[in-house]
C-alpha cells in the first residue's frame, strides 16, 4: 500500500498522468482517477485521499470537501480558486494552492490584445469591411495609445505583465490600484500607484482587471465606479466576470458613460446568448479563452503537481493560497515541519487576496 494517495478529479481514465508522476517520482504515491457522477460518489472517492487535485468537475461544494478528513492539500490547475470554499478548507486543515504563473503570459496577452483592438477598432472595421462598407470615418476617433493612460485594477502575476508590455512595447502611463502590493514592485515595473479604485476610473483611458474573484472582489466594480469613467474610455477584464457587476456595467455602456469594453469572461458562463453585451457595436468578447496556449496546458498539470509534491514532502507551497489555515493544522497536530516554513513565507508573502495568483 502506498504512502499517499493522491486523487485526481475530472480527468479522463486514460490519462497517463506523465507530468503528476514526474513531480512526484520520488514519492511513495498512489495515483487515482475520479469522474465522480454525484456529489455522494465525490464523498466516497475523497474519504481517505492525501491530495485532491482538482480538474473539471461539479462536484467541489462544503459536503465534499468535510468528506476529505485525511487531506492535506487540494490543487486546481488553474488560476482561480473561487470554486472552492477556502473557510471550509481552513477549518479542516487543507492547504488551497492554484497554478500561479501557469498562464500569466497568456492572459496579459489576451489583455493586451484586446486593448489594441479597441484602440484600433480592428474588429469593428473587420466587421463593416466584410460587410461590404468601405470607409474609415463611421468609428470613433482613434486616439494614439503612447498619450494613453492605462489603468490596473491588480498588479500581480498578470497585472505586471500587462504592464511591462505596454509601457515598454506602446509607451503608455500605467496606473494601478492594488492595495497588497509593495511599492517597489509598482517602481519596479513602472507604475504608479493610485490608492482608490475612483481615482483609477477617472484617471484612466483604458482599464484592465486581473484579479481573483473572492468574497472581498466580488462585484468589486459597479455603477459608481463606471460614473466616474472618461466617456472616451474602455474597461477591459481577463480574470473573473463576478468581479463586476454586470448590470451597472451593461447601462454604462447604454448610456455612453465609456466608449467600449473587452470582455473574456461573464458572470453567468457559458454566457446567455441574450445577454445585451453580445448584441452591442463596440463591445468585443470571448469564451473565457485568456488562459489557453499548448504551453499552458501542460504547465498547468506542472504547476499543480508541484505544489502537491511539496505538501506530501512537508514543505509549505509556492503557491499556498491560505496561510490562514496554520491554525487548524496546528490543532490537528498535522504536518509540524510546515510551522517554521509557513511563518517564512509570512514575510515574503503578503496575506494576497486582491492580486492574482
Known amino acids: 500500500m502506498a504512502e499517499h494517495k493522491v486523487l485526481i478529479l475530472g480527468i479522463d481514465e486514460n490519462d497517463p498522468l506523465d507530468y503528476e508522476r514526474a513531480e512526484m517520482a520520488d514519492l511513495d504515491v498512489e495515483f487515482v482517477r475520479g469522474n465522480p457522477q454525484s456529489e455522494g460518489e465525490a464523498m466516497e472517492l475523497v474519504r481517505d485521499a492525501d491530495a485532491l487535485m482538482m480538474r473539471s468537475t461539479p462536484y467541489q461544494g462544503e459536503q465534499v470537501l468535510r468528506a476529505a478528513e485525511k487531506a492535506q492539500v487540494l490543487a486546481v490547475y488553474s488560476h482561480g480558486f473561487n470554486q472552492i470554499d477556502t473557510d471550509v478548507c481552513n477549518e479542516m486543515g487543507i492547504i488551497i494552492t492554484n497554478g500561479a504563473g501557469m498562464c500569466m503570459e497568456e492572459v496579459s496577452n489576451q489583455a493586451v490584445t484586446m486593448i489594441l483592438c479597441l484602440n484600433r477598432q480592428l474588429i469593428q472595421y473587420n466587421e463593416r469591411t466584410k460587410a461590404g462598407k468601405w470607409g474609415r470615418t463611421e468609428g470613433p476617433p482613434i486616439e494614439p495609445i503612447d498619450q494613453q493612460v492605462l489603468g490596473l485594477v491588480g498588479l500581480g502575476n498578470i497585472g505586471r505583465q ?72 474602455y474597461f477591459v477584464n481577463v480574470c473573473r466576470g ?19 469594453a473587452g470582455l473574456d469572461v461573464f458572470e453567468q458562463e457559458p454566457v446567455d446568448p441574450d445577454n445585451p453585451l453580445l448584441k452591442m457595436d463596440n463591445v468585443i468578447v470571448a469564451p473565457h479563452s485568456a488562459g489557453q496556449s499548448t504551453r499552458s496546458a501542460w504547465l498547468a498539470r506542472q504547476r499543480a503537481s508541484q505544489q502537491v509534491a511539496a505538501v506530501l514532502r512537508g514543505n509549505w507551497p509556492s503557491a499556498g493560497q491560505n496561510p490562514e489555515v496554520a491554525s487548524s493544522l496546528k490543532r490537528r497536530d498535522r504536518m509540524q515541519s510546515l510551522e517554521p516554513k509557513l511563518e517564512a513565507s509570512r514575510e515574503v508573502l503578503p496575506m494576497a487576496v486582491l492580486p492574482e495568483g
Not at 484612466?204 to 459608481?224: A, C, F, G
Not at 463576478?242 to 467600449?260: C, F, H, P, S, Y
Open 242 to 260: 463576478g468581479v463586476v457587476r454586470e448590470v451597472d456595467l451593461i447601462q454604462a455602456l447604454r448610456e455612453g458613460k465609456m466608449r467600449g
Open 162 to 233: 500587462v504592464a511591462r508590455k505596454m509601457f515598454n512595447g506602446w509607451r503608455m502611463k500605467v496606473i494601478a490600484y492594488d492595495p497588497y502590493c509593495p511599492p517597489w514592485i509598482a517602481q519596479e515595473y513602472a507604475v504608479e500607484q493610485v490608492f482608490s479604485l475612483h481615482e483609477l476610473f477617472e484617471r484612466s483611458d483604458y482599464i484592465s482587471v486581473q484579479i481573483p474573484l473572492n468574497k472581498e472582489t466580488h462585484h468589486l466594480m459597479r455603477k459608481e465606479h463606471f460614473d466616474c469613467m472618461k466617456p472616451t474610455a
